[in-house]
């Protein structure tokens, strides 16, 4: 895995009541790593966003999709029958049914609370935050 480089942006993608999130916003801030904290419901990420962190994930839509989530089971929706192209519209417009917290720099993604592989790929930052 590669190091981030300071200059990079950290983005967190996260829910205020999931205990990952707060788990992993606790272990970056007692590491003093700086992030943008987005909320993943009030501001998800777009499709363009989505095909980039695909591009980043080592299993791909498994790594990043909720499959056990009550959401995901109330779609009725097999995913193997829709296009990239809907299946990222429908992760977009309904980010419920991704796996949080995601934490990318653009070139590395961490998901879920993973102290181990935050501790490989971030570099020290300075302890500071920005809301979106």
């Known amino acids: 895995m590669t190091v981030a ?10 829910y205020p009541s999931c205990t ?7 272990w970056l801030t007692e590491h003093g790593v700086s992030y943008e904290e987005r909320h993943l419901f009030k501001n998800p990420p777009n499709v ?17 999709l909720s499959t056990r989530s009550q959401k995901f089971k109330d779609l009725g929706v097999d995913i193997n029958d829709l296009t990239v192209s809907e299946l990222l519209e429908m992760l ?3 980010p419920r049914l991704l796996k949080r917290p995601i934490l990318t720099d653009g070139e590395s993604l961490i998901i879920g ?20």
Request: with cysteine; aromatic share 6%.
């Open 20 to 26: 990952s999130c707060r788990k992993a916003k606790a």
């Open 113 to 132: 609370y993973n102290a181990a592989a935050m501790k490989k790929i971030l570099t020290p930052r300075s302890n500071k935050k920005t809301c979106a």
């Open 92 to 94: 977009s417009e309904e």
């Open 48 to 64: 363009e966003e989505l095909m980039n962190i695909i591009k980043m994930t080592t299993n791909g839509l498994d790594e990043i």
């Open 5 to 14: 480089a300071p200059e990079q942006t950290l983005t967190f993608f996260t």
